[in-house]
């Protein structure tokens, strides 16, 4: 069955999980990254640098300098990319609790990285956004 893009389906149905561990956004060369392997859980270049995100564990081990250390959280339900307004709706209630969200869609699901302090924040306005769609 395909996804829904339903804006309602999806929010009521998102179900949050938080995924284990501490992780960080850092910058690094080419020969860097390649010595990181498949450590990283996202690998994107830009024109100014590659960015990855990984555990804090591993960027520590290496000497990565990053800013800020993040929670990261999946919304489960199966989110089309063509989908429109979820993850707007998602970081608008973020937004009004002044939760910093950094987001990222892949090909089944949204995942939203928070600071690591507000993670059971973060939690607590996404499920009070399901059950409200769930009404």
């Known amino acids: 069955m395909p996804a829904s893009k339903n804006l309602d389906f999806l ?3 998102m179900t949050p999980q ?3 561990g501490e992780y960080v956004f850092a910058c690094v060369d080419e020969h860097t990254l390649q010595e990181l392997s498949d450590s990283p859980i996202l690998v994107f270049r830009e024109k100014e640098a590659v960015t990855v995100i990984l555990r804090k564990e591993v960027a520590d081990a290496r000497s990565l300098l990053y ?3 993040w929670g990261f959280i ?3 339900v199966h ?3 063509s989908a ?3 993850l707007a709706a998602v970081t608008k209630e ?3 609790a002044s939760i910093s969200v950094n987001a990222v869609s892949a090909v089944y699901h949204d995942h939203l990285f928070v ?3 507000r993670v059971r924040e973060a939690m607590t306005v996404l499920r009070s956004l399901s059950s409200i769609r769930q009404k």
């Open 67 to 69: 800013e800020g250390v």
């Open 18 to 20: 938080i995924n284990p």
């Open 94 to 96: 973020l937004a009004k």
């Open 115 to 117: 600071p690591l302090d």
């Open 84 to 86: 429109v307004g979820f």
């Open 74 to 76: 999946t919304l489960s």
């Open 79 to 81: 989110s089309p990319l």
């Open 11 to 13: 929010l009521a149905n």
